[in-house]
C-alpha cells in the first residue's frame, strides 16, 4: 500500500462555545439597567471540524468535502467520511442557527452537546472567571446577625449568580438558616441601589407571612418591607419601599397587578408550592417578570425529577428544555434505570443553579445535637383486626372483579387500592377515625393510641416536649379529646383551618410555656416552615410513607436553636401492610439527597397476588387471641 495510507483521519466534530470581550464594568451596567439581558447572551455556539490536530471552521470543511463520501483528501491527509455521519452532522449545523441561549448556557457546563464534546474558549472563562469571582463580595454592615461561615458562603453563591443575572435554588437542609442567607442578599441589592427603579417581590405560603416578617424585623430592620396581604390590602405603596412580601394565594389572586411590574428579583419560599406545572398558582408564579429569581427549599424533589424540573424551569426559564425532553433524557433513565452516567450527567448541569448542605455533614455545623430515629410498633386491637380483615376482604374481592386492562379499568382498580389504604390508615389509627363514632373515644381500641399514650408520659415525666404529627385532621381531634379525658391535658392543635392569629399563638404558648408539653400537628399545614425547638421527641403517628415529608416535619425541632438530641418516633402497626410499606421503601430509599421516588401511589400498580401478600394480616390481637 502506498505510505500515506498508513495515516487515515476521520472528521471529529466539536462543539465549541466563545465569548464576547466585553469589559466587566459594562457587562455588569448592561445587568443592572436592562432586566431582559443575561450574560448568556455573550456566549456564542458554532461547530468546529479536528482533523487530526487541524482546526476547520464547519464553512471551510463543508466546501472541502462538497458532498463527498469515502477516502478523500484534505490538505494533503487522507480522511474517511461516512455518508450517515456527515448526514447527522449536516443536520447538526443546520440547527446550530437555531440554538437557544439557555442551551448554549447549559452545554458549556455540561460540556456535551447532542452526543458531542463541548470546546470552551478562553474567552468564555475567562468572562466567568472575571464575573464569577467572590472574593470582593461583604456582608452588608446593616444584617444585625453574625453569619455561620456556610450561611456566609450561601450568601456569596447567591449574590454571585445574581450578578450574572443567573436564578438560583438554595436547598439548604431544613433549620440551616436559608431565610437569613436571603435577606443578606436583599440588603445587598439594596446598598447596591437596586431596588431604586425595580423592587424585590417574595412569594411565601401563607402560614409563614408573619415568620418572615418578623425575620426581616430581626435582622434587616433598615430594609423597607410591605406586607401585601389580607381584604384591606393595597398596591400602589410599593414604590416606597424595598419589598413587597405576598402569600402564593394572594399572588394568583392579584396576577395582573403584580404583572405589570418588572422585579428586581423574584423569590419563592416551600418553593415545592410549584412543583405541578399544571395548577393556576404555579403558572401565576411563571408569569411573573423579574430580572433573576430565586427559589428556596429544603426537599428540591419530593417525589418526582420533574418536581425539580418545575421548579428550575421557574429560576432559569428553558435551561432544562421542557418538561417531555428533561424527562426522557434525565426523569426515565434516573428513576427507572438508576443510571449512574445520567445522575452524574444531572448534578453536572444543575450544580451551578443549586446548592444543597445537609445538617448531618459535620463540616457544615458542629453545634446541632444528634438525631435518634426509632420505630414504635403497636399492635391492633380486636375490634381493630376484625375491621382490618373485613376490609380488605371487601376491597380485595372489588378488585379481583376488575379482569379488562384498558385504562380506564386500570385507572378504576388503582382508585379501589388507594381507598383501601386510606381506610386501613384510618383503621390502625383508630376505629372511631373509620366509623366516625366519637362517641366512644377510648384509647384501649386502639394500639397505637395506647402506645402514643404510654410515650407521651415518658416524655412529660422527662419534663421533655413532643410533637405529634397526622396527616389526617380528624385523628388530631380524637386524639386531643382522648388526652384530656383520660390523662387531664388537652394538646395544642396546628391545623388547616386554624387562622395565622391562632397559630402564632400556639406556636408562642408551646415555645414558651413549660406547661405545654404535647403539640399536635397536621402534617399539610404545619410540616414546613415553623421553628419548634422546644420539643425533643417528634413522633409520627401515620406515616406518609415519602422521607421527604417526614424529614421535612422533623426539621420542626431540629434545627438550629435545638440544644437537646432530638429523638424521632415513627409509629408503625405490626403485621400489616403499615411495616411491610415502610420496609420496601426504607429498602430502596435511593438518592437520598433529592429524595426520588416515594410515595404510595405506586401500590395501585401491583398484581392481585401482591396485594394480597401486602395486605395480609397474620398477627395477633392486644388480647393474645389469633385474629
Known amino acids: 500500500l502506498p505510505e500515506e495510507l498508513s495515516s487515515i483521519y476521520y472528521p471529529e466534530p466539536i462543539a465549541t462555545i466563545s465569548a464576547t470581550d466585553e469589559d466587566l464594568e459594562e457587562t455588569d451596567l448592561r445587568l443592572r439597567q436592562d432586566p431582559s439581558f443575561s450574560v448568556s447572551e455573550l456566549l456564542h455556539f458554532d461547530w468546529k471540524i479536528a482533523i487530526g490536530n487541524e482546526v476547520l471552521s464547519e464553512q471551510e470543511f463543508m466546501s472541502l468535502t462538497n458532498g463527498a463520501s469515502g477516502l478523500i483528501k484534505i490538505r494533503n491527509k487522507l480522511v474517511f467520511i461516512d455518508k450517515s455521519q456527515m448526514e447527522k452532522l449536516r443536520r447538526n449545523l443546520q440547527e446550530s442557527s437555531k440554538v437557544s441561549q439557555a442551551a448554549i448556557l447549559r452545554a458549556s457546563f455540561q460540556q456535551e452537546f447532542h452526543g458531542y464534546q463541548v470546546h470552551l474558549d478562553g474567552s468564555v472563562k475567562k468572562l466567568m472567571e472575571r464575573l464569577g469571582d467572590k472574593s470582593d463580595i461583604a456582608v452588608p454592615a446593616e444584617l444585625k446577625a453574625k453569619l455561620r461561615p456556610y450561611q456566609a458562603e450561601g450568601y456569596r453563591w447567591l449574590y454571585k449568580n445574581t450578578r450574572l443575572s443567573f436564578g438560583s435554588i438554595i436547598a439548604d437542609d431544613m433549620g440551616l438558616g436559608k431565610t437569613i442567607q436571603v435577606i443578606c442578599l436583599l440588603l445587598r441589592l439594596r446598598d447596591d441601589g437596586r431596588f431604586r427603579e425595580r423592587k424585590g417581590l417574595v412569594i411565601v405560603p401563607a402560614g409563614l ?15 423597607k418591607v410591605q406586607v401585601h396581604h389580607g381584604p384591606d390590602r393595597t398596591f400602589g405603596e410599593i414604590d416606597k419601599n424595598d419589598v413587597l412580601l405576598t402569600t402564593y394565594g394572594t399572588a394568583r389572586s392579584d396576577q395582573n397587578k403584580i404583572n405589570k411590574r418588572v422585579w428586581e428579583i423574584i423569590i419563592i419560599d416551600e418553593a415545592q408550592n410549584i412543583k405541578n406545572v399544571a395548577t393556576a398558582q404555579t403558572t401565576a408564579v411563571k408569569c411573573f417578570k423579574g430580572r433573576c429569581r430565586i427559589a428556596m427549599t429544603g426537599t428540591p424533589v419530593e417525589n418526582r425529577l420533574q418536581e425539580f424540573w418545575s421548579i428550575m424551569d421557574f429560576v432559569n426559564p428553558g435551561y432544562l428544555s421542557t418538561r417531555q425532553a428533561f424527562n426522557d433524557e434525565f426523569g426515565k433513565p434516573i428513576q427507572k434505570d438508576r443510571s449512574e452516567p445520567k445522575i452524574e450527567q444531572f448534578k453536572r448541569v444543575t450544580s451551578p443553579f443549586l446548592i444543597r448542605r445537609l445538617k448531618t455533614d459535620r463540616s457544615i455545623i458542629t453545634d446541632l445535637p444528634d438525631k435518634i430515629e426509632q420505630n414504635e410498633y403497636a399492635t391492633l386491637t380486636p375490634e381493630q383486626a376484625a375491621l382490618y380483615q373485613e376490609t380488605i376482604k371487601k376491597y380485595m374481592e372489588a378488585i379481583r372483579g376488575i379482569t379488562a386492562t384498558d385504562h380506564e379499568s386500570l385507572f378504576k382498580r388503582s382508585g379501589i387500592v388507594l381507598q383501601m389504604i386510606l381506610y386501613l390508615k384510618e383503621i390502625c389509627n383508630h376505629p372511631a377515625q373509620y366509623l366516625h363514632n366519637r362517641d366512644k373515644l377510648k384509647s384501649l381500641r386502639s394500639g397505637k393510641v395506647q402506645n402514643l399514650e404510654s410515650l407521651l408520659d415518658r416524655i ?35 391545623h388547616g383551618s386554624c387562622s395565622l392569629e391562632e397559630r402564632r399563638k400556639m406556636v408562642k404558648e408551646f415555645q414558651e410555656d413549660p406547661e405545654k408539653k404535647v403539640f399536635i400537628i397536621s402534617l399539610k399545614a404545619g410540616g414546613t416552615g415553623l421553628n419548634l425547638t422546644a420539643a425533643s421527641h417528634v413522633i409520627h403517628f401515620d406515616l406518609w410513607w415519602n422521607p421527604a415529608v417526614e424529614a421535612q416535619a422533623t426539621d420542626r425541632a431540629y434545627r ?39 410515595g404510595e401511589n405506586w401500590v395501585g400498580n401491583m398484581s392481585n397476588r401482591e396485594l394480597e401478600e401486602l395486605f395480609k394480616f397474620t398477627g395477633s390481637g392486644t388480647d393474645g387471641e389469633e385474629q
Not at 407571612?209 to 433598615?222: H, M, Q, V
Not at 440544644?563 to 421503601?585: A, G, M, P, W, Y
Open 209 to 223: 407571612i408573619y415568620n418572615w416578617l418578623d425575620e426581616f424585623r430581626r435582622f434587616a430592620p433598615d430594609l
Open 560 to 598: 438550629i436553636g435545638q440544644h437537646s438530641n432530638v429523638i424521632v418516633h415513627r409509629f408503625i402497626t405490626k403485621n400489616t401492610f403499615e411495616e411491610k410499606i415502610d420496609q420496601l421503601i426504607q429498602s430502596k430509599r435511593e438518592l437520598a439527597e433529592l429524595t426520588v421516588n416515594v
Open 460 to 494: 412529660i415525666e422527662a419534663g421533655e416536649k413532643a410533637l405529634v404529627f397526622t396527616q389526617f385532621k380528624e385523628m388530631g381531634f380524637i386524639l386531643q379529646d382522648i388526652l384530656e379525658k383520660e390523662r387531664g391535658y388537652k394538646p395544642l392543635f396546628f
